[in-house]
């Protein structure tokens, strides 16, 4: 038993990679998949594809590395978050296609929250803001909008998952409805202080806590996946959200250490250790990791489009026909505009929260074009770090600001990491894994079934690739960074 096999289930794509019992990749496979758009601010998945994707590519990965599957001693699987789907315990088909952590259908709904005063008690037990983003009012709108849909789920028919809990349900053949603390927290119905699922919440938003999965730990026995699947029988032994698997791949074990991927959106991950730091600049708080029954939270800033940005560059405006053309466009950008994009097409998170916002583009001229466009969406990405560390800091003050260690697609462009590390004015380290993401899944798999060392040792093996030193004029980076203020408010205010 030498392999792990890691499933990165993500927001466009799929990935399964296979890692040696020295924690180095072996074999990969990836697939994207549908988005499905059906209004303005909705985002749907079919789960059903995103399972067919998981499956293709796990096998495909395991054929590629050349491996017996009897020779998988664990599956760790991390995924996006947030995003919530409802199925029949029985027939074991979903009732509605998948929502999306970036679907804003439930925005007026938690405005009543709001308006009811149910911030405090939500922020209280979960550590979240009221905002669609998270699963709680999904999941209402999907018993409120399916027909038949809550009878079924008082009845305990229907059962409710994140990504991560239908895909161990599907591998298991329904023999397991699960999730790990880190998914559980990022449902708005968890509390993270107790560590169970909050019947206040679940009350007010009338959800039967009969289709709530089992909260386990990060690394934990969550079930086995059938022979049928992928060739044997292999236990599933880790499971975290994509960011916080971010945060365990990047070796972010102690308190003060801070990450940031650079996916579809970005979102930066502090560890507080055992400490619940409440934010006072609309971050969250959220659980880093759950080990051996020992909860380690996070402060999180959370943004809904970084690498979206480019995807829109491409799919949007047809100005590029690949992500990795947008580097050289923005160095062909003119200096003498100032071409801003804020990209609020789902609204925008930390720290504004505004789910009503859509994007907007600011300093156009007659020749403004492609290059201004792309170099515009790429130093969005940094801008909207930088706000989200400033608040941050703001939160942990007692400490010196902490190097950011960034992973996630994205992170490819060297000209994005550059930008960010001026416009932070600090350095930005790019380790030589970037799918980190998966190595996190990889270890709490490997960790817990005893072929890897403990995080001591692991962190150990993390290393740098390259460090981005900020090279910007201080007054010039302050001068753009106040233009960026200006067109965020004068974005918000549109609304
Ligand atoms: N060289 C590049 N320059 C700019 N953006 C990139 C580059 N390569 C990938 N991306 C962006 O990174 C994102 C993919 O990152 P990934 O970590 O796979 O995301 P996810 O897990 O959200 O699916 C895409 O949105 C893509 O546009
Ligand atoms: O799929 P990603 O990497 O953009 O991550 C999505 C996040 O988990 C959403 O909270």
């Known amino acids: 038993m030498q392999y792990i096999l890691a499933i990165d289930q993500g927001t466009t794509s799929s990935r399964a990679i296979v890692f040696g019992s020295d924690l180095k990749p072996v074999e990969s496979a990836q697939q994207e998949f549908t988005q499905h758009f059906p209004r303005s601010g909705w985002v749907e998945h079919d789960a059903m594809e995103i399972w067919e994707s998981v499956l293709s590519t796990a096998r495909a990965a395991i054929d590629k590395a050349g491996i017996t599957p009897g020779d ?66 999904k999941l209402r709108w999907l018993l409120e909008t399916v027909e038949g849909a809550r009878e079924k789920a008082t009845a305990g028919k229907l059962a409710f998952g994140t990504i991560d809990s239908w895909l161990i349900w599907k591998l298991t053949g329904g023999a397991s409805h699960v999730t790990d603390a880190t998914n559980a927290a990022r449902t708005m119905l968890y509390d993270i202080a107790k560590g169970r699922w909050s019947s ?26 059938q022979a049928e699947h992928l060739g044997a029988e292999i236990p599933i032994l ?107 097409f789902t609204g925008l998170g930390a720290p504004y929260w505004e789910a009503e916002s859509r994007g907007a583009v600011f300093g156009l001229t007659r020749s403004s074009g492609p290059a201004e466009f792309a170099r515009a969406a790429l130093q969005s990405v940094g801008f909207q770090t930088r706000d989200l560390l400033e608040a941050m800091q703001a939160d942990w003050a007692d400490d010196a600001p902490p190097t950011l260690r960034v992973d996630g697609g994205m992170t490819a462009s060297d000209w994005t990491m550059q930008f960010l590390a001026d416009i932070l004015g600090a350095p930005v380290d790019r380790p030589e894994v970037l799918e980190t993401t998966a190595l996190g899944a990889a270890w709490l798999a490997g960790y817990k079934a005893g072929l890897y060392p403990g995080p001591e040792d692991f962190a150990k093996g993390w290393a740098l690739e390259r460090t981005f030193e900020p090279q910007m004029d201080a007054d010039l980076r302050e ?16 609304t």
């Not at 003060?256 to 560890?271: D, E, I, P, R, V």
């Not at 001068?479 to 549109?494: C, E, L, N, P, Q």
Request: a negative charge; one cysteine or more.
């Open 72 to 137: 998988i001693a664990g599956i760790g699987i991390t995924n996006q978050r947030e995003t919530t789907l409802v199925w029949d315990r029985e027939t074991g088909e979903p009732i509605h296609n998948a929502i999306v952590w970036q679907d804003r259908r439930s925005a007026e709904y938690c405005r009543e929250l709001r308006e009811a005063d149910f911030e405090e008690t939500i922020t209280a037990r979960t550590g979240l803001i009221i905002d669609p983003y998270f699963s709680g009012t």
């Open 200 to 225: 206040t919440i679940c009350d007010k938003l009338d959800i039967p806590m009969e289709m709530l999965p089992k909260v386990l730990d990060s690394a934990a026995e969550f079930g086995t996946a």
């Open 238 to 344: 880790g499971v975290a959200g994509d960011q916080q698997a971010a945060t365990v791949g990047q070796a972010c074990f102690k308190p003060g250490m801070l990450k940031s991927t650079y996916g579809t959106g970005c979102f930066a991950l502090l560890n507080t250790g055992d400490e619940m730091v409440r934010s006072q600049n609309r971050l969250l708080t959220t659980i880093a990791y759950q080990l051996d029954g020992k909860v380690t939270y996070a402060l999180e800033g959370s943004i809904f489009v970084a690498g979206a940005v480019v995807q829109w560059l491409r799919d949007g405006l047809g100005i590029i026909e690949a992500a990795d053309e947008t580097q050289g466009l923005a160095d062909q950008a003119d200096d003498g505009q100032d071409v801003i994009i804020v990209p609020a």
């Open 479 to 494: 001068a753009r960074h106040a233009a960026w203020k200006r067109a965020v408010k004068a974005t918000i205010s549109a």
